[in-house]
């Protein structure tokens, strides 16, 4: 999604679908760690997948209308504030040993 020849309609979506593949790790993770009783964690996962599905219809719809839409806790995939030269240019982080 930094890739600055593609078209921002479709860096937008990219950033979109990467922000969504990086809650859902998390989430389920949170699931497993909390160790839920069997219904109420069915009904969690299942609640988690409606969101997904949700946002990925809303993307669809954004997708055929041709705007992208503004998904529920992600966003419209605006960039995000990153400083020139990449996150650890000029600072004290030293690589190695």
């Known amino acids: ?3 600055r020849s593609l078209h921002p309609f479709t860096r937008s ?5 990467s922000t969504l593949m990086m809650v859902q790790f998390p989430a389920n993770f949170l699931l497993q760690f909390f160790g839920a009783p069997g219904p109420i ?3 969690l996962r299942g609640g988690i997948f409606m969101y997904f599905m949700y946002c990925v219809a809303l993307g669809a719809l954004g997708a055929l209308r041709g705007r992208v839409a503004e998904l529920p806790g992600v966003g ?3 960039p995000t504030f990153q400083r020139p030269g990449g996150m650890f240019r000029g ?3 030293r690589g190695g040993g």
Do not use: C, E, K
């Open 76 to 78: 419209a995939g605006a």
């Open 13 to 17: 979506i990219g950033r979109q679908a």
């Open 91 to 93: 600072s004290s982080f």
């Open 41 to 43: 964690s069915n009904l």
């Open 1 to 3: 999604a930094r890739n």
